[in-house]
C-alpha cells in the first residue's frame, strides 16, 4: 500500500521566515502533486511534479522532486499571511488513477 | 472559463433521507471522481468514472452510488446517510487516468 508522509502537519511561522515542508512516499511514483487548501474551500494545483529532479517556482512557494529519494519538499521563501492554508501533497497510486494524499499540513503565518 | 462546477455547495439533509450531489464539467475531460472529505482529514477516493466505466474503490460502502448520463455530468448518490457521511464532497477531472486531476469548489453535507 502506498503510503505519503507529510511533515510536520501543522506550523505556525513568522512572516518573512523561511520554511520547508517535506513530503515522503513509499513506493515508486514519478508524479507528484502539491496543492492548496483554504479552510471550507476545495483543493487548488499548487504544483505537478513529473520527472526526478524536478523543480518548480511559483512566488514564494518551490516545490522539488527528488523520485530515488522518495521526498518532495515544498519550500517557502519570506512567508506572508496570505499563504496561511493546508498544503496537501498527492502520489498516484499503484492503480495509476487514484492519489493517494498526504495528511497535509496546516500552516499558519503571522506577523 | 473551463470550470469543475459542484451543486448545490451546501446541502442539509436527514438522518436516512436520500440525497443527490451534482458535478458538471466544461473541461471535456474522460475521467470525473468523487472524493470524501472529512474535516482535518485528506480527501479520500469514493469512486471514478472513465467515461462510461464505473471503477469503485473497494472500501467505499454501498451507501453511496454514482451515476454519470454523459460527459459532462456526475452524480453522487447517498441512499441512506448516516451521521458519519457528514462531510465535504470534492469532485475532480482529468483528461485521462494519469493526468492532473482538477476540484470542483466542493458540497458540505450535513446530516441531521
Known amino acids: 500500500e502506498l503510503k505519503v508522509e507529510q511533515n510536520p502537519l501543522f506550523l505556525s511561522m513568522q512572516e518573512g521566515k523561511n520554511y520547508t515542508i517535506y513530503c515522503n512516499y513509499s513506493?515508486?511514483?514519478?508524479?507528484l502533486y502539491w496543492y492548496r487548501q483554504d479552510p471550507g474551500k476545495s483543493l487548488e494545483s499548487l504544483f505537478v511534479l513529473l520527472s526526478n529532479g524536478a523543480v518548480k517556482q511559483e512566488g514564494r512557494l518551490m516545490a522539488s522532486l527528488d523520485t530515488k529519494a522518495r521526498l518532495s519538499t515544498l519550500h517557502i521563501t519570506a512567508a506572508v499571511h496570505d499563504l496561511s492554508a493546508t498544503y496537501f501533497c498527492a502520489v498516484d497510486s499503484n492503480s495509476g488513477y487514484a492519489l493517494n494524499f498526504g495528511k497535509g499540513t496546516s500552516l499558519l503565518v503571522t506577523p | 472559463d473551463a470550470m469543475v462546477i459542484q451543486n448545490p455547495r451546501y446541502q442539509v439533509t436527514q438522518f436516512g433521507k436520500p440525497v443527490t450531489l451534482s458535478c458538471s464539467q466544461t473541461?471535456?475531460?474522460?475521467?470525473m471522481y468523487w472524493y470524501q472529505q472529512k474535516s482535518s482529514q485528506a480527501p479520500k477516493l469514493l469512486f471514478h468514472?472513465?467515461?462510461?466505466?464505473?471503477?469503485n474503490e473497494a472500501d467505499t460502502p454501498d451507501n453511496f452510488q454514482s451515476r454519470r448520463p454523459n460527459t459532462s455530468f456526475c452524480f453522487l448518490d447517498i441512499r441512506s446517510p448516516g451521521l458519519g457521511d457528514a462531510a465535504m464532497y470534492l469532485c475532480?477531472?482529468?483528461?485521462?487516468?494519469?493526468?492532473?486531476?482538477?476540484f470542483g469548489p466542493g458540497t458540505r453535507l450535513t446530516v441531521l
Open positions: 475532480a477531472t482529468s483528461l485521462v487516468l494519469d493526468n492532473e486531476q482538477f
Open positions: 513506493t515508486t511514483s514519478d508524479r
Open positions: 473541461l471535456n475531460h474522460n475521467v
Open positions: 468514472y472513465y467515461d462510461k466505466d464505473f471503477n
